[in-house]
C-alpha cells in the first residue's frame, strides 16, 4: 500500500481516531535506504476544516523543534494532491507505559521500582526540555504539553522512554488558538487549574506526571469516578492520598515527592519538570533506591514480550504502539491499567477504570463437588422415604396429622424379611452407604379395625392416637 507522494510506503493501518489515521510505513531513500516511520495522516474531511488544519500543523511544527533523545522526533510532513496533511514521526519499537502498567496489574506483580523511576525520569527529561523551548530569536515558547498521561510515554527495546503526542499542546506562539472554556486532554490527568479554566504554565504538567507517578507507584488508578463531571469534582476538592496508604513498601521520601507534585495550588508544586526529577533523585538516594539504567530497563522490556505470543492470539493485541498513537484520539479521557501487554510495536486502544481480574477457568472440583451433593441429597431422601419415616396408627397417619380424608382400607402387614435393601448408587458418599446398608426393623403386624369417621379440621389444633386406633380432638 503505497502512499501517494511515493515517499513513504504504507505497510498497515495501526489505529484510527476522530483527527487521523496512524500507519507504519517504510521511508525510501538514495541508494536502497529503508527506515520504519509512523505516518499520521488526518481524515480527508478534515483537510477543508481550518481549524484542524491549523492543530496539526501546530503539533508538527511545535514537536519537530523538540530536539531530545526523551522525545519522539518529527521527521516532516506531507501533504497530497488532495491536501491532506501527513505527519512523519520516528517509530518506536516498544510498549507505553500504559501497557507496561496494565501487565503489571494482571499479574498481580508491581514495576521494580528502580526500572519505575529510571523510566519515570526520562519522561520528565523529555517534558522539560518541551518546556524550555525557545523560538529562533531565543524568546521561550511557554509550551505546556496538556496531556501527559502512560499513553503518551513510549519505552523502546533499547530501554530509552519517550514523551510524545504535543497535538493539544499549548505554546504562545501557536496558530491556533484553543476556545474559551475548551478543555483538552484526558480527565483523569487534568490539574485543577486545567479543569477550571484558568491559565497554565509548566506546573500544569508537573500535576499530570505526579498522577502518572502515583498510579506506577500504587498500581491502581488515582482518580475514579463513573463520570467526567464526578471525576473533575474528585480533582478539584478532593485531597490525594498518600500512594502508601496503597502499597506500604513505597519509599516514604518518593511518596512525598510525589505528593508534593499533586498539590491543588499550584504554588504548592514543583515549578518545573527538572525540580521534579531532582527531588525524586535525592528522595532515592536516600531510600537506598539505585535507579536503573537503560540496559536494566531494556531488560525488563525484553522480559515483558516473552509473554507476547497468547496477547497476539486477542483482537486487544492486534494495534501497534508507534509515536503519536494515542495523539489520533486526543481528549480521550480513559488511561487503563488492566490487560494484557501486546506484541512488541503494538497497543490495545481501550479505555479503563479499575484493573480487573482475567476470568479464573473452572476446575474439576468445581463441577464435581454440586453433583456429589445432589447425589448425597438424593440418597438422603431415598433412606429416609424407605426407612426413615415416623410411626403410623391403623389408618396409616403420622402421630399428631389431621386430614378431612375418606377412612383408609386395612393394609396388608409387612412381610418380616433379614435382607439387606438394595445398595443406593455406589456416586453416594460413605456415610449414607452405612446408613443404607443397616437391615430393616422388623414393624409387628397390625390388625386393622373399622376406621372411625376423622374429625373435622375445625374441631381441633392438634390430635393424638386414642387407645382405640382411631383420632379425637384434644380438649382446649
Known amino acids: 500500500m503505497a502512499s501517494e507522494n511515493g515517499r513513504y510506503d504504507k505497510l498497515a493501518e495501526i489505529a484510527s481516531g476522530g483527527m487521523a489515521t496512524v500507519y507504519l510505513a517504510r521511508a525510501h531513500g538514495v541508494g536502497g535506504f529503508e527506515r520504519l516511520v509512523a505516518v499520521k495522516e488526518m481524515l480527508p474531511h478534515l483537510a477543508s476544516e481550518p481549524e484542524f488544519v491549523a492543530m496539526f500543523l501546530d503539533e508538527a511544527r511545535l514537536a519537530a523543534r523538540i530536539r531530545h533523545p526523551n522525545v519522539v522526533a518529527t521527521l516532516d510532513v506531507t501533504e497530497n494532491e488532495a491536501g491532506t496533511l501527513s505527519l512523519v514521526m520516528e517509530y518506536v519499537e516498544g510498549p507505553s507505559l500504559q501497557q507496561i502498567l496494565r501487565r503489571a496489574v494482571r499479574q498481580r506483580d508491581r514495576v521494580p521500582l528502580d526500572v519505575g523511576l529510571r523510566m519515570f525520569l526520562d519522561a520528565l527529561a523529555g517534558l522539560d526540555a518541551a518546556h524550555d523551548l525557545t523560538d529562533e530569536s531565543g524568546a521561550p515558547l511557554r509550551i505546556v504539553h496538556r496531556d501527559v498521561s502512560p499513553q503518551n510515554i513510549l519505552v523502546s527495546t533499547d530501554g530509552i522512554a519517550k514523551l510524545t503526542d504535543f497535538g493539544v499542546a499549548r505554546a504562545e506562539s501557536r496558530l491556533s488558538s484553543t476556545r474559551t472554556g475548551t478543555v483538552k486532554g484526558k480527565v483523569p490527568y487534568m490539574a485543577p487549574e486545567q479543569i477550571r479554566s484558568k491559565p497554565l504554565d509548566r506546573r500544569t504538567d508537573v500535576y499530570a506526571a505526579g498522577v502518572v507517578l502515583w498510579e506506577m507507584l500504587a498500581c491502581r488508578r488515582l482518580v475514579q469516578a463513573d463520570s ?226 376423622l374429625p373435622t379440621a375445625s374441631t381441633s389444633r392438634t390430635a393424638k392416637p386414642s387407645s382405640k386406633g382411631t383420632y379425637r380432638p384434644r380438649e382446649l
Open 228 to 453: 467526567e463531571v464526578a471525576m473533575m469534582y474528585q480533582i478539584t476538592e478532593g485531597a490525594a492520598v498518600s500512594p502508601r496508604e496503597v502499597i506500604p513498601e513505597v519509599p516514604e521520601g518518593i511518596a512525598r515527592a510525589c505528593l508534593k507534585a499533586l498539590e491543588k495550588n499550584p504554588d504548592d508544586r514543583y515549578a518545573s519538570a527538572a525540580e521534579f526529577a531532582e527531588a525524586l533523585e535525592a528522595a532515592a538516594r536516600v531510600e537506598g533506591v539505585v535507579i536503573a539504567n537503560p540496559r536494566a530497563v531494556a531488560a525488563y522490556v525484553r522480559a515483558i514480550q516473552v509473554h507476547r505470543a497468547a496477547s497476539e492470539l486477542a483482537p486487544e493485541g492486534r494495534r501497534s504502539v508507534v509515536s503519536g498513537i494515542s495523539s489520533v484520539s486526543s481528549g480521550s479521557k480513559e488511561a487503563v491499567l488492566s490487560a494484557p501487554v501486546p506484541t512488541p510495536g503494538r497497543t490495545a486502544l481501550t479505555s479503563m477504570r479499575d484493573a480487573e481480574e482475567p476470568p479464573k477457568k473452572r476446575s474439576l472440583r468445581g463441577i464435581f463437588v454440586p453433583v456429589a451433593a445432589g447425589v448425597v441429597a438424593a440418597a438422603a431422601v431415598f433412606v429416609w422415604m424407605r426407612y426413615g419415616q415416623p410411626p403410623t396408627d391403623a389408618n396409616g397417619l403420622s402421630e399428631g396429622h389431621v386430614t378431612q380424608a375418606a377412612p383408609i382400607e386395612a393394609q396388608a402387614p409387612p412381610v418380616q424379611t433379614d435382607a439387606a435393601p438394595p445398595p443406593v448408587a455406589s456416586a453416594a458418599v460413605p456415610a449414607a452407604a452405612s446408613a443404607v446398608s443397616k437391615p430393616a426393623e422388623v414393624v409387628p403386624p397390625v390388625v386393622a379395625k373399622p376406621a372411625a369417621p
